[in-house]
């Protein structure tokens, strides 16, 4: 599976980006409705419909001559949606100053959640301010989930 979605990757990455576009991930997935696709993409400022209905038409047919899946699927290009997990190093800048939650395999101090404000990170940690002004450094490779809290 991996192989197909870094194919796909290596072929899409290079016309999102003549958009001004990054893939953040590709996902292939077997879902409901059979095999599904997914080239998920992002921007400064975020994604628009137009956005996602342009890259899919640019990469309908290099997809079908590159011909990484032998079976029939749906191809599906998506924005990240705001509450998305922070995986990459944009997602981490995008919610710097921000609220995020965050979740870990072991607990740490007797917790294995915390909330607070993203204060800083580099490749493989990030520090969190809590409501009480305590400064926790995380290692990414110890989080479960790490999320922006979205607040209306």
Same mark, same amino acid.
């Given at each position: 599976m991996g192989k197909i979605s870094?194919?796909?990757f290596q072929l899409v990455q290079p016309i999102a980006q003549s958009f001004g576009?990054?893939?953040v991930e590709v996902l292939y997935e077997k879902k409901f409705d059979g095999m599904n696709l997914t080239v998920v993409i992002d921007k400064d400022g975020g994604v628009t419909i137009d956005d996602c209905e342009k890259l899919h038409r640019a990469i309908d047919a290099p997809l079908d001559e590159l011909d990484p899946i032998d079976t029939a699927y749906i191809l599906n290009v998506s924005s990240p !949606? =705001?509450?998305r997990p922070l995986k990459s190093e944009r997602d981490y800048k995008r919610n710097l100053g921000k609220k995020i939650s965050v979740k870990?395999?072991?607990?740490?101090n007797g917790k294995k959640?915390?909330? !607070? =404000?993203?204060?800083?990170?580099?490749d493989e940690t990030f520090t969190l301010q809590t409501?009480?002004?305590?400064?926790?450094k995380f290692?990414?490779?110890d989080t479960a989930k790490v999320e922006p809290i979205i607040e209306f």
């Open positions: 870094d194919q796909v576009l990054e893939v !949606g =705001i509450d870990l395999y072991k607990p740490l959640s915390f909330d !607070g =404000i993203l204060t800083e990170y580099d409501a009480d002004k305590t400064l926790i290692n990414k490779k």
